[in-house]
């Protein structure tokens, strides 16, 4: 099925529902690898990611364009377009929007760690196919020895020794995909590096690196494991030792044991706040704006969702507030503190207090 309305077939997916389910289930969304030029999303009938959809959970695969066809970041955009499609479709699959999952491996890998560290990232989402009312949000990654930060590839694979790195080469999978030799480009590579957009709401991460791997090397999951942990995050990192690029050890049942009780755990068994629409009054009167210069106490907000409770406290802007009201699936901000910025955007988010985050929603500031 088609998750952007052009023709294109980098831009299909497909969906494995599981039979006769009563209730939303949860989704995996598979990305694959193939260093993003090669691959696609067919799946045979025993790989592993389609065990999950006979255990409880929904699965999609999705193609997404390759650096031969668009440079990046058409690859995130074309991820972004498809979670949110899968969201926009979610009643009609029985689709959990409130437990959305990202796996990938190798340059998948990559992709499913982009997804999510640039969770309402807008230079990142694009508007490719629309839905745009819909969060690209996932929360919980697989990240199967996806590379981290491509400047540092070939000084880590060299101190793993592995012989002859060239990930710096201009005819290198990295270099094909920014369209530019990568050590020439920083900047734009940097903006295509998961680490660059970590931040303490991102979701849970399971990461797992075989340590002879000399495509991507192991140090890259550890510089993420170690950024995750320096702000705190709910992140675990698993070396598989003597394990190459992939290979028969991630496969084994003891080794999907410990992907599927992370998927139970991140996946299946936290409640997920997830925001809806925002409504911004100014008095009585909605406006759904702010007005730069005037007192935060003349608004009231209204943010509407799934999965609110109580306890949910709000973040605007970065700043954490009790909530003044809850009614159900609706939370009521009075009276903001000092006067509205002359700049930006009000940026507005919730947290539950079991740690989980919502999407961002931004609502604009108007001048005087």
């Known amino acids: ?11 299909k997916l497909d969906l494995y529902v599981p039979n006769a389910t009563t209730s939303p289930v949860p989704l995996i969304i598979w990305i694959h690898g193939g260093g993003w030029q090669n691959g696609d999303k067919s799946l045979g009938p025993n790989s592993h990611p389609l065990r999950y959809a006979r255990n ?40 959990d929007v409130t437990r959305f999952g990202a796996w990938g491996q190798s340059a998948g890998g990559h992709l499913a760690s982009l997804v999510g560290t640039s969770n309402d990232v807008t230079d990142l989402e694009g508007t490719l196919g629309g839905n745009l009312q819909y969060s690209s949000r996932v929360q919980a990654v697989v990240d199967w020895y996806g590379p981290i930060d491509f400047l540092q590839q070939d000084v880590l694979l060299a101190q793993n020794g592995c012989p002859n790195p060239n990930h710096n080469s201009p005819d290198s999978a990295e270099s094909r995909l920014m369209g530019c030799a990568i050590q020439t480009c920083p900047d734009a ?10 931040t303490r709401d991102d979701p849970p991460f399971f990461i797992e ?3 002879a791997d000399c495509t991507s090397a ?15 995050h709910d992140s675990s990192l698993t070396f598989l030792q003597g394990e190459g690029h992939g290979g028969p050890l991630f496969l084994t049942e003891s080794n999907l044991a410990l992907v ?7 996946l299946k068994q936290p409640v997920n706040p ?9 008095k009585s009167s909605e406006v759904n704006y702010f007005r730069a210069g005037s007192l935060g106490s003349l608004y009231r907000i209204s943010v509407f969702g799934i999965n609110l409770q109580a306890d ?34 009000i940026k507005i988010q919730v947290r539950n207090s079991n740690g989980r985050f919502s999407n961002v929603l931004r609502t604009e500031i108007r001048p005087e």
């Not at 099925?1 to 831009?11: E, I, K, L, R, T």
């Not at 940097?190 to 660059?196: D, E, G, L, Q, V």
């Not at 192991?218 to 705190?232: A, R, W």
Request: charged share 15%; glycine share 8%.
């Open 1 to 11: 099925m088609s998750y952007v309305d052009d023709g294109n077939v980098a831009h």
């Open 56 to 95: 409880g959970y929904a699965v999609a695969s999705i193609n997404y364009r390759l650096s031969g066809e668009a440079i990046f970041p058409a690859q995130i955009y074309d991820c972004k377009a498809a979670i949110r499609w899968l969201r926009a479709n979610a009643s009609q699959y029985n689709l």
């Open 189 to 198: 590579v940097r903006r295509a590096n998961p680490m660059t957009y970590l």
């Open 209 to 211: 690196h075989g340590t």
């Open 218 to 232: 192991p140090g890259q999951s550890q510089i993420f494991q170690n950024l995750l942990q320096s702000i705190g």
């Open 260 to 266: 599927d009780a992370f998927w139970n755990n991140k």
């Open 274 to 282: 997830l925001i809806n629409s925002i409504k911004v009054y100014r």
């Open 312 to 345: 949910t406290k709000v973040i605007i802007n970065g700043i954490e507030k009790g909530v003044s009201l809850i009614n159900g699936n609706e939370i009521v901000i009075y009276r903001l503190i000092g006067r509205i910025s002359s700049l930006g955007e």
